[in-house]
């Protein structure tokens, strides 16, 4: 699997747009870029997944860019409980390939 | 949906005690996960269960650890004998076959071995 590479930690103003890079030069045509969350004492949460194109769904926006060698996850307007460690994951999609491999991702804090 | 359900959320035991952890996936979804949560080695996956069968075991700790799915609806994780290195928080996910990187995971069930 690509490696990912991500900042140990963030801070953001609430109701600001919280940016969160993420790095995967050796990321391979059929890999997916996915994104999750985990907030304190809580279990990780899927937040989205793309492949080359932007995404966007109720909760963020996904942003590759064109050599796909690296992503943002966007949260247009974030608040207090945006607060967790954010994990971007590459791995192909579905089939065989089950095992999600979480790093240390960015602890994302969201101040007042 | 409720999500996946997981019990007890909290276990306290002593050393040498079974332990056994409980998990209801989402209705529906037919690929099943436990995962194990500590600060030295962050998240590591357990065991891979698709329509009830065990798939990948290699996660699994020692021959202490033993997982079962005997319906779509139940698994369990169960540890015996307990050690206090077991402690750590255990997380069961679950997703539908084909789109196995899209897992929702339960809340969890913090042991703690004294």
């Known amino acids: 699997d690509a490696k990912t590479t991500q900042p140990p930690s963030m801070d953001c103003a609430e109701g600001r747009a919280a940016n969160l890079p993420c790095n995967h030069s050796t990321i391979s045509g059929n890999e997916y870029v996915y994104w999750y969350r985990q907030i304190h004492s809580q279990g990780p949460q899927y937040i989205i997944h793309g492949l080359k194109n932007n995404e966007t769904n109720e909760m963020a926006s996904l942003i590759i860019t064109e050599d796909r060698k690296s992503s943002t996850l966007i949260l247009p307007h974030a608040t207090l409980r945006d607060t967790a460690v954010y994990y971007c994951i590459v791995r192909d999609s579905g089939g065989s390939n089950y095992k999600l491999t979480f790093g240390k991702g960015t602890l994302l804090t969201v101040n007042p | 949906d409720a999500g996946v359900i997981q019990s007890p959320r909290h276990e306290v035991t002593e050393m040498g005690q079974e332990v056994t952890l409980r998990c209801k996936p989402i209705?529906?979804?037919?690929?099943l996960f436990w995962y194990r949560q500590t600060m030295m080695r962050g998240l590591e996956l357990l065991i891979y269960f698709n329509n009830n069968v065990p798939i990948d075991d290699s996660g699994m700790p020692e021959d202490r650890f033993s997982a079962k799915m005997p319906n779509a609806s139940f698994s369990t994780l169960k540890i015996q004998p307990s050690e206090p290195r077991d402690s750590a928080v255990y997380f069961c996910?679950?997703?539908?076959?084909?789109?196995?990187?899209?897992?929702?995971f339960g809340a969890g069930t913090r042991l703690s071995v004294l």
């Open positions: 996910a679950s997703s539908f076959a084909g789109t196995e990187n899209i897992q929702y």
């Open positions: 209705s529906g979804h037919n690929s």
